[in-house]
Nanobody, 122 residues
Framework: VQLQASGGGMVQAGGSLRLSCAAS????????LGWFRQAPGKEREFVSA???????YYADFRKGRFTISRDNAKNTVYLQMNAMKPEDTAVYYC?????????????????WGQGTQVTVSS
């Protein structure tokens, strides 16, 4: 599976962005998908995940602001981010795995996109 993330950019605090991650391959629907982010000088951290069956998971910090979704017909996973804060500034990565026991961890994923920069100004 090859992943291509897009949709990053610069937004003011309180604004919104929608990230997209397009995947290659004909078995996209079999994969569990995740979003992670990495701020400068920090470790990559879990943001959200969606299983093959649509079950979703979120990091505590998102507090209702982020929504993950997938469109299997388009081989794409999305991350809608609302009410954004300066601390959301990071490079956001999408990832895919057929496994489901480590969806909150970087090591739980086999395939990674290249990352897209998100910058939130105050």
């Amino acid at each position: 599976v090859q992943l291509q993330a897009s949709g990053g950019g610069m937004v003011q605090a309180g604004g919104s962005l929608r990230l997209s991650c397009a995947a290659s391959g004909r078995t996209f629907g079999d994969y569990n998908l995740g979003w992670f982010r990495q701020a400068p000088g920090k470790e990559r951290e879990f943001v959200s995940a969606i299983k093959w069956n649509g079950v979703t998971y979120y990091a505590d910090f998102r507090k209702g602001r982020f929504t993950i979704s997938r469109d299997n017909a388009k081989n794409t996973v999305y991350l809608q981010m609302n009410a954004m804060k300066p601390e959301d500034t990071a490079v956001y990565y999408c990832a895919a795995t057929r496994e489901y026991d480590s969806l909150f961890q970087v090591l739980g994923y086999d395939y990674w996109g290249q990352g897209t920069q998100v910058t939130v100004s105050s």
